[in-house]
């Protein structure tokens, strides 16, 4: 079956960055969209960024543009995402997800497939 295993997330300073990293197996990774999503406590899970099967288009919520990056080796099976200028909103479990699709799919509801999550802290 398709297992999905997040790492990366962690303690770091406001101003600071990771690097989550998604490992897929069970799967045809480049026949899969791929989009990262969070969990605030005490709020619905949300997108962060989204990216197609080639990664030749990707899609962030506003609230991450310009500072998180999104990206995937298909020959790893791997999706990244690069988060900088973190700040204490960016506090949150990030999960991996996992769609059948070759389009870009921002629709949480679209993906069958998830990470257990990692939890990211921003200390200020």
């Known amino acids: 079956q398709v297992q999905l295993t997040e790492s990366g997330g962690g303690l770091v300073q406001a101003g600071g960055s990771l690097r989550l990293s998604c490992a897929a197996s069970?799967?045809?990774?480049?026949?899969?969209?791929m989009g990262w999503f969070r969990q605030a406590p005490g709020k619905e899970r949300g997108l962060v960024a989204t990216?197609?099967?080639?990664?030749?288009?990707?899609y962030y919520a506003d609230s991450v543009k310009g500072r998180f990056t999104i990206s995937r080796d298909n020959a790893k099976n791997t999706v990244y995402l690069q988060m900088n200028s973190l700040n204490s909103e960016d506090t949150a479990v990030y999960y991996c997800?996992?769609?059948?699709?070759?389009?870009?799919?921002?629709?949480?509801?679209?993906?069958?497939?998830w990470g257990q999550g990692t939890q990211v802290t921003v200390s200020s």
């Open positions: 997800a996992a769609t059948r699709s070759l389009l870009l799919v921002t629709n949480d509801r679209a993906y069958d497939a």
């Open positions: 069970g799967l045809t990774f480049s026949n899969y969209a």
């Open positions: 990216i197609t099967w080639s990664g030749g288009r990707t």
